[in-house]
């Protein structure tokens, strides 16, 4: 079982910069795969960005894009997010979750990822 936990959630104006980190810890070896969530108030949560913890090899979902950057630090054990260029529409509670070698690819999806953090907020002002 992996113990995920999110940081670095708050409130920025519109066009502000937030990273969000994400400890992973596992007792044998890191995850595989780690990928970043968000879930808006009264949508379903969708995919940002994925990164393959050995390789480094990372996955963006097409809208997400350009403003947001996922990066890991093996030695760590923290895969971050990137936020830039912030927009109202972009408040969510954002969430890591853990999965497979397999769960890392351009079409990753939410149902391949078996560990999820608590998530934490992040509120965009107009």
């Known amino acids: 079982q992996v113990h995920l936990e999110e940081s670095g959630g708050g409130s920025v104006p519109s066009g502000g910069s937030l990273t969000l980190s994400c400890r992973y810890s596992?007792?044998?070896?890191?995850?595989?795969?780690v990928g970043w969530f968000r879930q808006a108030p009264g949508k379903e949560r969708e995919g940002i960005a994925a990164?393959?913890?050995?390789?480094?090899?990372?996955y963006y979902l097409d809208q997400m894009y350009g403003r947001f950057t996922i990066s890991r630090v093996n030695a760590k054990n923290i895969a971050s997010l990137q936020m830039k260029s912030l927009k109202p529409e972009d408040t969510a509670i954002y969430y890591c979750?853990?999965?497979?070698?397999?769960?890392?690819?351009?079409?990753?999806?939410?149902?391949?990822?078996?560990?999820w953090g608590q998530g934490t907020q992040v509120t965009v002002s107009s």
């Open positions: 979750a853990a999965g497979p070698w397999n769960a890392c690819n351009s079409d990753f999806r939410e149902a391949d990822f078996t560990s």
């Open positions: 596992q007792y044998a070896t890191s995850p595989p795969c």
């Open positions: 990164i393959d913890v050995n390789s480094a090899g990372s």
